[in-house]
């Protein structure tokens, strides 16, 4: 079968052991280096798509996806729900209040966000009712001036189901100074946990409870929280539900408020691909070395195949073949392991602890207690992308070198 020389004599010199063994342990150790640069740049970046999607679905799964209100409180929320459920990527709608101030406990502060919701309502939109540690969401009614706090809140406060503390909310007023607190004792009725800073800066209340402290009339709300089926649409959604609502309605979302955090994770997955992808050029271009010691080795036949008739062009061609068949290799041994260690690393922890005793994540310090992972196609293409084409690239001054060796040079001392 026809074959290009310069391809099957590349292959061939792959395969043939080496007289000078010190090039074929160079050679084994460049392929190595390769697959394990490639297999940690997969599992690394495999565990921060499965931390940035906890992330995601926890905190974003609390805070509203978007937000429509107008200039004035909303008299007929369900009208405006139903509006905004017209447009397909809206999945659910419910009441929503928010504002701010500060808990106080015995001497003790802090500042706290207030979301007024509707507890039958809520958990179409958020997640906060399957991450209740005590209490019931339910048990938010309207009057009664219940209050659901944070897991970390709680403990700050030593406070339990049952306990009273006080909200301090500012309030514009015409005395000097212009701001008057007001205080209104709060009842807790539920603890929640997330696992994420919302637990140590949010609670809720029923939405009618926070009408009355921002002094709105019975019935009406401040705006209309809405669960999109993307949230990463929310901005365009929201500008559209806006606009056909009307001259006097307003759109916010969730990048105004969490934008930077998932920015600036996005920005530590870039930053760490490209770390480890100086390991991955490291083992590729100890392909470099690899090749000159072999083209040193291989001079007498580099001679006599141009002595033969074979071209500078041919020449190069066949350690260029040799170099990028180490290279895929490496990158396709990387790859498959990478797979599946991405695909078995949380039962791999939990292995360990197992099997040591000792806990890696702990829930008490971390927001999960197991190690996340998300393999995703695209990364992996990327990642065996740069692979070959650095593997590529460290072969082309070792071939360069081997198409200017004159054969008269070569066999001088043969």
Same mark, same amino acid.
């Given at each position: 079968?026809?074959?290009?020389?310069?391809l099957?004599i590349?292959?061939r010199?792959?395969?043939a052991?080496?007289?000078?063994h010190?090039?074929s342990f160079i050679s084994m150790?460049s392929m190595i280096g390769l697959?394990?640069?490639?297999?940690?740049?997969i599992?690394?970046?495999?565990v921060?798509n499965g931390?940035q999607?906890?992330?995601?679905s926890?905190i974003?799964?609390?805070?509203?996806h978007a937000?429509?209100s107008?200039?004035?409180p909303?008299?007929?929320?369900r009208?405006v729900a139903?509006?905004?459920?017209g447009?397909?990527?809206?999945?659910?709608?419910?009441?929503?209040s928010?504002?701010?101030g500060?808990?106080?406990y015995?001497g003790?502060m802090?500042?706290?966000?207030i979301?007024?919701?509707?507890?039958?309502?809520e958990?179409k939109?958020s997640?906060?009712?399957r991450?209740?540690?005590q209490g019931?969401?339910?048990d938010?009614?309207?009057g009664?001036?219940?209050?659901?706090?944070?897991?970390i809140t709680a403990?700050r406060?030593?406070?339990?189901?049952?306990?009273?503390l006080?909200?301090?909310?500012?309030e514009?007023s015409g005395?000097?100074g212009g701001?008057?607190?007001?205080m209104q004792r709060?009842?807790?009725?539920?603890?929640?946990?997330?696992?994420?800073e919302?637990?140590?800066s949010?609670a809720?209340?029923?939405v009618?409870?926070a009408?009355?402290l921002q002094?709105l009339?019975p019935?009406?709300?401040?705006?209309v929280?809405?669960?999109?089926?993307d949230?990463y649409q929310?901005p365009? @959604? /929201? %500008?559209?539900i806006?606009?056909v =609502?009307? *001259?006097?309605?307003?759109?916010?979302?969730?990048?105004?408020?969490?934008g &930077?955090?998932f920015s600036?994770?996005k920005m530590e997955?870039?930053m760490?691909g490209l770390?480890?992808l100086?390991?991955?050029?490291?083992?590729?271009?100890?392909?470099?070395?690899?090749?000159i010691?072999v083209v040193?080795d291989k001079?007498a036949d580099i001679?006599?195949?141009r002595?033969?008739?074979?071209?500078?062009?041919?020449?190069m061609g066949v350690?260029?073949?040799?170099g990028t068949v180490?290279g895929?290799?490496?990158t396709?041994?990387g790859?498959?392991?990478?797979v @599946? /260690? %991405?695909?078995n690393?949380?039962a =791999?922890v *939990?292995?360990?602890?197992k099997?040591s005793?000792?806990?890696?994540?702990? &829930?008490?310090?971390?927001f999960i207690?197991?190690?996340p992972?998300?393999?995703q196609?695209?990364?992996v293409?990327l990642?065996?992308?740069?692979a070959f084409?650095?593997?590529?690239?460290?072969t082309?001054?070792?071939?360069w070198?081997?198409?200017?060796?004159?054969p008269?040079?070569?066999?001088?001392?043969?």
């Open positions: 079968m026809f074959r290009p020389l310069s099957f590349g292959l010199y792959t395969r052991k080496r007289r000078n010190f090039i150790t697959a394990l640069g490639v297999l940690a740049m599992v690394v970046l495999s921060m931390f999607q906890e992330m995601s926890r974003l799964g609390m805070v509203p937000t429509v107008a200039g004035q909303l008299q007929d929320w009208a139903a509006k905004a459920l447009n397909p990527a809206v999945v659910a709608a419910a009441p929503f928010e504002l701010e500060m808990l106080s015995k003790t802090q500042p706290v966000q979301n007024g919701v509707d507890p039958a309502e958990p939109v997640i906060i009712a991450h209740m540690v019931r969401l339910e938010l009614r309207a009664e001036f219940g209050v659901v706090i944070g897991e403990r406060f030593r406070l339990n189901v049952g306990d009273k006080a909200l301090i909310i500012p514009l005395v000097p701001i008057t607190p007001r709060l009842n807790v009725v539920g603890v929640f946990k997330v696992g994420a919302l637990d140590g949010l809720l209340i029923h009618a409870d009408g009355q002094r009339q019935g009406q709300v401040q705006s929280r809405l669960a999109l089926q949230l929310a365009e @959604v /929201a %500008a559209t806006a606009a =609502l009307g *001259a006097d309605y307003r759109a916010n979302d969730w990048t105004h408020t969490q &930077s955090l600036a994770m997955k870039t760490i770390l480890l100086l390991i991955v050029a490291v083992a590729a271009f100890n392909i470099i070395a690899t090749l010691m040193a001079g001679a006599i195949l002595t033969l008739g074979a071209t500078p062009r041919q020449i350690f260029m073949v040799q180490i895929a290799v490496g396709l041994v790859a498959v392991l990478g @599946v /260690a %991405a695909l690393v949380s =791999l *939990a292995w360990v602890e099997a005793g000792q806990q890696v994540l702990s &829930s008490d310090v971390y207690n197991n190690l992972s998300d393999l196609a695209l990364d293409l990642i065996c992308s740069a084409i650095l593997s590529f690239l460290a082309l001054y070792p071939s070198r081997a198409a200017k060796i004159q008269a040079d070569a066999l001088r001392y043969e």
